[in-house]
């Protein structure tokens, strides 16, 4: 079982940056690929963005690739979310996610976190 808690959303003007965090309960970690996902009012789940457990292999989707960068700190049991350049339309719930190794394109995860709201303002 893993618990995973985001933080770091808010509201921020067009053309802005933010980084979300989100901190995992379990020690080991490592043993999860992590991605993040966002929902909008209205719409459908997105997936975003993934990390393999070492660093070493990441997936973006076409809509925040080259704006968002995602990283993450096993010594410290955190993902991050680093977004630039945001856009109105990337006003949304954004939600981490874990589950075991297996491919960053697979976007069946096991364990999510509550969310935290992103509000880009025109």
């Known amino acids: 079982q893993v618990q995973l808690v985001e933080s770091g959303g808010g509201l921020v003007q067009a053309g802005g940056s933010l980084r979300l965090s989100c901190a995992a309960s379990r020690r080991t970690f490592s043993d999860f690929d992590m991605g993040w996902f966002r929902q909008a009012p209205g719409k459908e789940r997105e997936f975003l963005t993934a990390i393999n457990w070492r660093s070493s292999s990441t997936y973006y989707a076409g809509s925040v690739k080259g704006r968002f960068t995602i990283s993450r700190d096993n010594a410290k049991n955190t993902v991050y979310l680093q977004m630039n350049s945001l856009k109105p339309e990337d006003t949304a719930v954004y939600y981490c996610?874990?589950?075991?190794?297996?491919?960053?394109?697979?976007?069946?995860?096991?364990?999510w976190g509550r969310g935290t709201q992103v509000t880009v303002s025109s």
């Open positions: 996610a874990a589950r075991p190794q297996g491919s960053i394109y697979n976007t069946a995860y096991d364990y």
